[in-house]
């Protein structure tokens, strides 16, 4: 039974033996490399062997597109995490960010919501927000059930009593006494700071209060009101009972929800350049805010059609007219280090002599290795240069940004920099990097696309492009627009002169 396996599946089994048996993000691939479909799973192993078992009916339980992708899957990557949540919020920016053929769900621009709450106001609110302010708040989130969340922001008011309008409630106003409540003051939901009925001193004790419960694992609270619940049925109050399962259940969904600086969701928080600007130029202790940033990145696949792209910003935003790409030409196989420096001496190499400028900031797509092999290349520069013209090389300010942990590393400094994930520096290196693996990417699958089509080409799989054959059709002969006041004979229409319209 074994010999009448595929071996493209019995491949493709062996892989997936090897898979953790924990909460991650799989990702199915074709035989070019790219990324067919991405899902996420509560055991990955489990999961994805559930695609390739002979018991599978995928056309049935899954429908005809991905019965068509499982069959066009050469490889398949993972990505462990540590939660169920976790590996949602992972599926749900990699399904953003990629854009898989068969992934129907999350693509649009529509994001997780968080809980807000306004702190640099007097009095603070409470809100469920898919766009926070960019400052002046206290942010809990992303959550995964935005309904789950909002039971649980009603529930957690009938205890602190926040507001939840959108006044803009101030303590210095006096007239805020004559100002007549909503109705949630009227069922003790809300202490009316609108009306002047609390001090700005007890309000803040309770929003506190509030920002503490958030903070910790709500255990406590959870632990009373399943006390409330008994003892009301035990007095067979079977309605109180009902509610407080409810508001039990609402707080319970608190705990679906991610980290607001590691599960970053970029669209939501807007980039100001000049900020982002401002803030580089500190940490790498530049006399003033950088204007020109370029980015390069090289994009290979088992060191077939390797390229090098390189972006430019200028003042924080992209300069298309200032990208350029290269294919790789001295370096055989995969070899990350010496394409890099391929890439800096052909892109530089003009800059050193003094025909063009160099950018203020260089930035390198990877981590301490890809920095030393920039560094590198400017010294081989330096030396060419020293020793055909007498001149020094005196390079730009370069830095590398690493995945994952998204660690900046700066030339001449002993450890890399850790920055908030909401820090406008390091969301504008973001940009800037990945733009340049995006234009990398691009230019790689147009030659990866060319290099299959030749291959084809020459095993008789489809024949090349046959050229269009010249219209033998004599033109016809303009006819000249006739004067002011001419009088026009013509046998049929088709010999009348154009009309101006």
Known sequence: MAANVDPRIARLRERIALFPKTPGVYLMKDREGRVLYVG???????????????????????????????????????????TEVDALLAENRLIKDVQPQYNERL?????????????????????????????????????????????????LQRAFKYRTCQLDIRADDDK???????????????????????????????????????????????????????????????????LVRDRIKAIESLALSGDVESHVQPEVFFIDPSAGLEQLQRLLHLPTPPRVIEGIDIATLHGQES??????????????????????????????????????????KYAAIAEELFPDVILIDGGLGQL????????????????????????????????????????????????????????????????????????HHILRRKRTFEEDVKQGRRPPKAKRKQSAKVPAKRRKKPKKGEIVVAEDESQLPPVDE
């Open 40 to 82: 996420k799973a509560r055991d990955l192993r489990a999961r994805v062997a559930s695609y390739f078992q002979d018991s599978a009916d995928l056309l049935n339980t899954r429908g005809p597109e991905i019965a068509h992708m499982a069959a066009l899957v050469e490889d398949i990557d993972f990505l462990d995490c540590a």
């Open 107 to 155: 693509k649009d621009d529509k994001t997780f919501p968080y809980l807000e709450i306004t702190t640099g106001d007097d009095f603070p609110g409470v809100f469920v927000t898919r766009k926070p302010r960019a400052k002046g708040r206290k942010l809990f989130g992303p959550f995964t059930n935005v309904a789950g969340l909002r039971d649980a922001v009603n529930a």
């Open 176 to 242: 805020r006494r004559f100002f007549r409540p909503c109705l949630l003051h009227a069922i003790d939901q809300c202490t009316a700071p609108c009306a002047a009925f609390i001090s700005r001193e007890a309000y803040g004790a309770d929003i506190k209060r509030l920002i503490k419960l958030l903070n910790s694992k709500r255990s406590a609270l959870l632990r009373q009101m399943k006390r409330e619940m008994d003892q009301a049925a035990r007095e067979r109050r079977y309605e109180d009972a009902a």
């Open 307 to 348: 390229v090098g792209a390189l972006v430019c910003f200028i003042d924080g935003k992209p300069f298309k007219n200032g990208y350029r790409r290269y294919k790789i030409r001295s370096v055989e196989g995969v070899d990350d280090y010496a394409m890099i420096r391929e890439v800096m001496a052909r892109r530089y």
């Open 372 to 443: 030393h092999a920039a560094l590198e290349a400017f010294e081989r520069l330096h030396t060419t240069i020293e020793t055909e013209r007498g001149d020094a090389v005196r390079p730009p300010m370069v830095v590398a940004l690493a995945k994952r942990e998204e660690l900046i590393y700066v030339q001449a400094r002993s450890q890399p920099h850790k920055l908030a994930r909401n820090n406008e520096a390091l969301r504008l290196l973001q940009q800037v990097r990945d733009e340049a693996h995006r234009f990398g990417q691009h230019y």
